[in-house]
């Protein structure tokens, strides 16, 4: 028995020396204690050092003065952006006219049958009762001239999406080239890239489908060239044995393999699509987006509300459709289907029809009904009632101080104070401990790269907002949902209010935050919490029910109780969802925390703001490139662990 209760003694410490983190944890202390004095004797301030900072104003500056001086004569513009311009009204007031001449009747059918024929009654009647509410609300020609610019734009995502992701499907070299730049693509916020699209192509309709083009069609290319490299072996190798050429092979094989995968890429370029449709209402969009734009500048609730719900209804029913259809591929094909879309076409006609003859060709005034008085008035109440002097709890603007005060000053303040060498090093060891060695040089370079362009102090504010936004995001997110993930009925209840407030437009936060919590840092982190909050919630829900059941009868079987099962069972089996769950939620606080400089949220938000208010380029494209900088950083941060099991490192 001695023997036995010395052994797990002897063995203990090489046993955990073989630990790959351990190994590291100790190769980084030895690392720390050699690189800190130096560096500390080396750079004595704290701040980044002017001679490592370049400075890209001035060429900017020539940039933008030669493409403004050049616009209008150049050939450059004349002969391919003047084209490709055209083109983009062309299409998008076509569209938008035979929107119109079918009716609100027609396009209220139209919609209704599509989505009878792919997705059934129950969504037919759910797609016929969101385009009657645009109209009720009052929203009915905005709403044709969003959904007019977005199907020119959804289609021009698609096509460049599907290119894109052909090209990177096929080859290897393409996939590692498009890569970075489609993270770029994603990462870059929107307002970064409306400025150098307004110099080519002027504020209007053109420059408003590019930028949606630009943030929308990453989506599809990702999910093309996962559907094309993912496809069965097995198939591709019998169809090549009979003799295919490569490109039959494309088109009979691998294509309709990866429908589904197509499929969900057209569904998220018309969710990225709809989102972008308030940023783009800044150039020149119209439509929705410019009503809500026009609310916000005034904080009126009430008509950013109007505004913004026949967004979401569209948002969730394009959504639920385009699912469905992903849903039916494989099924087994309904016999004459080709008829029902045949009656389903003359119906459309038919309705199209009668509303011309009876002339009820536009939405009549008297059946909109006007929700901008009374939720301004509820909003006046909550304001009076809430924002100051509510006995014991405090009101909304003592919380946002108290929050700016203890929470968001501390985080900026001890940022700021750090050596940036020592952020630097912070920085490689997180990302080399959970991930590799090229994961923490990517990630060091990020970081750097925002000192580099002159932009140090501002990044680590927003790093700020953006940790302590994701803070509560988290925390409150695996709460609610891990109760969702054990309650199907609290699941069910909290699907249409995960849908409503992921499909709002990031703007809408902004209004009823402003009016609650008054201008500052506090209501742009407020914001980014419940815009990031349902994602984080649908991961680990959806994390935590796909735990293999077999896990979980057998720990049950053990007399496990259920707190244990969560805490020794889901979770660890859950750790990729979960880890998918914090990467997404902080890229989501990081787009609306800088859309937050609109509302005094400072930092790198504001540059992007200023420099698009005031043709800044160097300004908002500088801020721009660190805020890319920031979310590759935290990307590889937080990420890198999932990479490796799928790759099965």
């Known amino acids: 028995?001695?023997?036995?209760?010395?052994?797990?003694?002897?063995?203990?410490?090489?046993?955990l020396l073989k630990n790959r983190a351990v190994q590291k944890l100790l190769l980084l202390a030895v690392a720390a204690a050699v690189l800190v004095p130096l560096a500390s004797a080396r750079f004595a301030s704290g701040s980044w050092p002017g001679a490592l900072t370049v400075d890209f104003s001035e060429p900017l500056a020539k940039a933008s003065d030669w493409i403004i001086d050049n616009r209008d004569s150049h050939p450059l513009f004349l002969y391919f952006f003047g084209h490709v311009s055209n083109v983009v009204v062309i299409a998008v007031r076509a569209v938008y006219l035979t929107l119109l001449a079918i009716g609100w009747a027609g396009v209220t059918a139209l919609g209704a049958l599509a989505a009878w024929r792919v997705a059934g009654v129950k969504l037919a009647l759910g797609t016929a009762v969101a385009f009657l509410a645009c109209g009720v609300l009052g929203m009915w020609v905005p709403t044709m001239q969003t959904l007019a610019l977005m199907v020119v734009a959804v289609l021009a995502s698609v096509v460049v999406g599907l290119l894109l992701g052909l090209a990177a499907g096929l080859s290897d070299r393409m996939d590692r080239v498009l890569r970075p730049v489609l993270d770029t693509m994603q990462v870059l916020p929107?307002?970064?890239?409306?400025?150098?699209?307004?110099?080519?192509?002027?504020?209007?309709?053109?420059?408003?489908?590019?930028?949606?083009?630009?943030?929308?069609?990453?989506?599809?290319?990702?999910?093309?060239?996962?559907?094309?490299?993912g496809a069965d072996?097995?198939?591709?190798?019998?169809?090549?044995?009979?003799?295919?050429?490569?490109?039959?092979?494309?088109?009979?094989?691998?294509?309709?393999?990866?429908?589904?995968?197509?499929?969900?890429?057209?569904?998220?370029?018309?969710?990225?699509?709809?989102?972008?449709?308030?940023?783009?209402?800044v150039i020149g969009a119209g439509g929705l987006g410019d009503r809500v734009y026009q609310a916000l500048a005034s904080v009126d609730v009430g008509a950013a509300l109007a505004a913004g719900i026949p967004i979401v209804l569209l948002a969730v029913v394009l959504d639920r459709v385009t699912g469905a259809a992903g849903e039916r591929l494989g099924a087994e094909p309904e016999p004459r289907s080709g008829l029902g879309w045949l009656y389903a076409l003359i119906g459309v006609v038919a309705v199209a029809a009668a509303g011309r003859l009876a002339g009820r060709l536009d939405w009549p005034e008297s059946w909109i009904v006007n929700?901008?008085?009374?939720?301004?008035?509820?909003?006046?109440?909550?304001?009076?009632?809430?924002?100051?002097?509510?006995?014991?709890?405090?009101?909304t603007a003592d919380w946002a101080g108290h929050f700016t005060t203890w929470v968001l000053d501390p985080m900026r303040d001890g940022l700021q104070a750090l050596p940036w060498w020592s952020v630097l090093l912070i920085v490689a060891a997180l990302a080399w401990v959970i991930g590799t060695w090229r994961t923490a040089l990517t990630a060091v370079l990020a970081m750097a790269a925002i000192g580099v362009l002159g932009v140090w102090k501002p990044s680590l504010d927003t790093l700020s907002q953006v940790l302590?936004?994701?803070?509560?995001?988290?925390?409150?997110?695996?709460?609610?949902?891990?109760?969702?993930?054990?309650?199907?009925?609290?699941?069910?209840?909290?699907?249409?209010?995960?849908?409503?407030?992921?499909?709002?437009?990031?703007?809408?936060?902004?209004?009823?935050v402003v009016a609650l919590f008054g201008v500052g840092r506090a209501p742009a982190v407020a914001a980014a919490i419940v815009y990031a909050l349902p994602a984080v919630v649908r991961i680990t829900a959806q994390g935590l029910r796909q735990v293999d059941q077999a896990a979980l009868e057998s720990s049950s079987s053990l007399g496990a109780t259920s707190w244990q099962q969560l805490r020794q069972v889901q979770l660890p089996l859950a750790r990729p969802a979960l880890l998918l769950a914090v990467n997404q939620g902080l890229v989501l606080v990081l787009a609306v925390v800088v859309i937050g400089g609109l509302v005094g949220g400072g930092a790198l938000g504001y540059d992007v703001v200023f420099g698009l208010a005031q043709g800044d380029l160097a300004t908002g494209l500088v801020a721009g490139g660190a805020i890319v900088c920031l979310g590759l950083m935290l990307d590889r941060v937080t990420q890198p662990t999932e990479r490796r099991a799928k790759k099965g490192a």
């Open 1 to 15: 028995m001695a023997t036995i209760t010395a052994n797990p003694s002897r063995v203990g410490l090489p046993g």
């Open 190 to 229: 929107a307002f970064a890239y409306l400025l150098p699209v307004v110099l080519v192509f002027g504020i209007g309709v053109p420059a408003a489908v590019l930028a949606t083009v630009i943030y929308a069609a990453p989506p599809m290319a990702r999910l093309t060239s996962l559907g094309l490299r």
């Open 233 to 281: 072996k097995e198939v591709l190798e019998a169809v090549q044995s009979l003799g295919s050429t490569a490109r039959q092979r494309l088109l009979t094989a691998r294509i309709p393999l990866a429908r589904k995968e197509l499929l969900l890429g057209v569904n998220q370029t018309i969710m990225m699509a709809l989102s972008m449709a308030v940023i783009a209402a």
């Open 371 to 395: 929700i901008a008085e009374p939720v301004n008035r509820a909003v006046d109440w909550m304001t009076a009632h809430l924002y100051s002097g509510v006995p014991v709890i405090g009101g």
């Open 468 to 512: 302590a936004a994701v803070a509560v995001t988290l925390v409150v997110g695996f709460a609610v949902g891990i109760a969702a993930a054990r309650s199907d009925r609290l699941e069910r209840a909290l699907r249409p209010v995960l849908d409503v407030f992921q499909t709002m437009p990031q703007f809408v936060y902004l209004i009823p």
